[in-house]
């Protein structure tokens, strides 16, 4: 006993290397690996059971990968990405057995993580667990300090948000509300314009593929122009917005979601705006972050608590399931934040 | 006697407005106005006579003007510019008759100026007066504004500047170098790489026209990296740039002169870069930061005084050689500041 016997460990599988949107057949269910329930002598890993693994929109592949990318598909290894655990075994000081931890893990049961830098024990467990995945966890930061850092947002501000409907954009959009902004977000299907609208409480929303001119989309939206905006996108929606920024306006870059796939970038033409709007843009990634994490709990708690902000999830069962969970996240299957539900203990 | 009567008031004039660079015959010498030497009644204007007329780069038409930009050549008009002036007569509670000040005028011989919201007194005559129009006026604050603001330099940094030989870039690489960082420019003459190499101390510079690959000229010089560049060219530099930015790189827009003349603007296609690197673009206007004009004056007297700072003057004679002056600054043919001395008092 003791976990010194090696269990099995059922795993999700990458077949391949990917480029682009993962399909449902480049990952496969293995049950063959199995796993001691005990880090290494002498090593600071820390051993956690999963309990809920994250479908992010970044779990992909990528033509062109910068170093400072992760690879989330490799050939035959556990797909790589965010999840909630109970930790079974630590040799680090700062986790000990039966926490509960989020951040960076694998898609199999049992997961042996080496490196903790980006691991969040948890504390406060009148909220859901899964939330850590979401809300409370990676997105709900990158929300957090894009918004709050960033942007440097001051009430009654002009904010528009592109990819709104991601958990990143519909947290953005209501934390701009809380603070007293005008927010519009566009989305990709009219299911998405009204959910924005009737349960996030945008001003407004519209859906860019039915927008041919961009430019006047935003003009009829922002008549006075636009203080911040989020920038999930890239290309033709950025080029669009630099027309629509209100002097000292800011531009926090998250993503670029529409260039990823592209042979070559589209070009950017109006960043003369830069200079005649006085603009400041400027890219982020969360985990530059992450020491703020105790003041974005102490923020986002309450609202959570007092229903202030709304969440949804989409919970797929099972690992077996991952797979398909995560391709329909790219095929806008789900309404909701999208996660799969390993084990309940 | 006491200014009522009318003198003679020789002015260059535009004959339209321009498009792009001005040629000398955009621009007449007329001695048929008049002025009356008094502001008017009620009035809280300035009238000065001009002493030294700046040349600048920004003096000239652009096809698609926007409403930030001041209009330099309008038909039958004086030339619009900096310069600096006697004052002969105050309306204004904060100039009396005799002081000595810069901002923006016109060109001719006296100027009643009825925006004084960019007039600076001048109150150190230790300097000679002409610096007023460059290293100590605008084209010096906005060196020191973007360097030391936008930049948020750090000694021992790797800084790059395009259009390095312009006024604005010689005294950025200068202020850089003093403050112990990395500094290489790039200008578009070989005599140019060589006066910044070895006049004005930058580490490195480079003929932009001679390098058929941007990026790999860039990392030629910057192997480890770029933290800093100060942007004035815009378009291809820019996306070469990008490749070649360091983490939490800072990027200041102060123009982008490669762009001002195209049809359409390229399109830069490396912004993905400002998320790999978590960099800061910011564009910025010389008018938000005057009110560092007594900390800018702080720093750079004691740096010319010192002999700290290298200034070069091209100085032209006479109003009537003023157009060919600010022609010739175009076409590259002065080393230095390119100003006019109109009169010595």
């Not at 974005?296 to 919970?315: A, S």
Request: proline share 5%; hydrophobic share 40%; glycine share 10%.
């Amino acid at each position: 006993m003791s976990g010194m016997e090696e269990v099995s460990n059922k795993q999700v599988l990458a077949r391949d290397y990917i480029n682009g949107n993962p399909k449902e057949s480049d990952m496969y269910l293995s049950t063959e690996a199995t796993i001691k329930l005990k880090v290494p002598e002498g090593s600071n890993a820390v051993l956690v059971k999963n309990l809920y693994l994250s479908c992010d929109p970044f779990t992909r592949g990528t033509k062109k990968p910068t170093p400072d990318m992760i690879t989330f598909f490799a050939p035959n290894s556990p797909v790589v990405g965010f999840g909630v655990g109970r930790v079974l075994d630590s040799g680090h000081p700062e986790f000990k057995k039966g926490d509960l931890v989020w951040g960076m893990t694998k898609w199999e049961e049992y997961t042996l993580i080496t490196k903790t830098e980006g691991l969040f024990k948890i504390h406060h467990t009148d909220v859901p667990l899964s939330y850590y995945t979401g809300i409370l966890g990676m997105p709900g930061m990158t929300a957090y300090a894009g918004f709050y850092e960033i942007c440097s947002p001051k009430k009654g501000e002009y904010v528009f948000i592109s990819s709104a409907f991601g958990a990143v954009g519909q947290l953005v959009g209501q934390l701009a509300k809380l603070m007293g902004c005008y927010v519009v977000g566009s989305a990709g299907s009219k299911e998405k314009v009204e959910t924005l609208k009737n349960k996030f409480g945008f001003d407004e929303a519209f859906n860019y593929k039915e927008e041919k001119d961009l430019d006047a989309a935003l003009k009829r939206y922002f008549p006075q122009g636009i203080d911040i905006y989020f920038e999930n996108v890239g290309g033709k929606m950025l080029d669009a917005v630099l027309l629509n920024m209100r002097l000292h306006g800011r531009i926090a870059v998250c993503g670029m979601i529409s260039q990823y796939d592209l042979d070559e970038p589209e070009g950017v033409r109006n960043l003369m705006y830069l200079v005649f709007k006085r603009i400041r843009m400027q890219g982020f990634f969360v985990f530059d972050h992450y020491h703020l994490y105790p003041k974005f709990l102490e923020t986002l708690l309450p609202y959570i608590r007092e229903g202030k902000i709304d969440y949804v999830e989409h919970i797929a069962e099972g690992l077996e399931n991952a797979p398909a969970a995560l391709v329909g996240l790219f095929s806008g299957l789900h309404v909701g934040k999208s996660l799969v539900l390993v084990a309940s203990e």
